[in-house]
């Protein structure tokens, strides 16, 4: 038994703890937000916050996150960074196919709570680690600018 602090619960899970998080997440406490893209920590579509860093999921162990709080998709919009994020995130239409973009978000809201005002370079070097396919990284950029003003 592991137990996870999952969005501020406490839960208990019955798995082995080399499971990767994004498997307990998705498959036993069936929190879907979070999406498979490569497995191997490189494409940033499985991002959560771990005690507030964003890490990959896929390939952070359920025991690398016991004793530490992780945060999903399903619970970023509950304060004024992540509500503002999402905000921006609609009022400039970012996903296209959508994959990808719960795991932008987590990044997005990592890089405004350790960096509430990021220029161009700051962005570009938060977000690497987030593929998006469709290319909305223009428009990414434009909504991380407009969630910096709005908590500004």
């Known amino acids: 038994m592991q137990t996870l602090n999952v969005n501020g619960v406490d839960i208990e899970i019955d798995t082995d703890p080399s499971t990767p998080l994004l498997w307990a997440l998705r498959d036993q406490l069936e929190l879907q937000g979070t999406k498979f893209g490569c497995g191997a920590g490189l494409c940033g579509a499985c991002t959560v916050h771990l005690d507030g860093r964003p890490v990959r999921s896929c390939t952070t162990t359920v025991s690398a996150a016991a004793g ?4 999903t998709i399903e619970a970023i919009a509950v304060d004024e960074i992540g509500s ?3 905000q921006a995130w609609i009022a400039h239409d970012v996903p296209q196919c959508g994959y ?3 795991g932008q978000i987590m990044s997005a809201v990592a890089l405004l709570r350790e960096n509430p005002a990021p220029d ?3 962005i570009d070097e938060a977000m690497s680690g987030n593929v998006c396919r469709c290319g909305t990284y223009n ?5 991380i600018k407009d969630a910096a003003r709005a908590i500004g």
């Open 68 to 71: 530490a709080r992780v945060t």
């Open 84 to 86: 503002a994020v999402q």
């Open 100 to 102: 990808c973009q719960s």
């Open 120 to 122: 161009d370079a700051a």
């Open 139 to 143: 428009r990414i950029r434009a909504a």
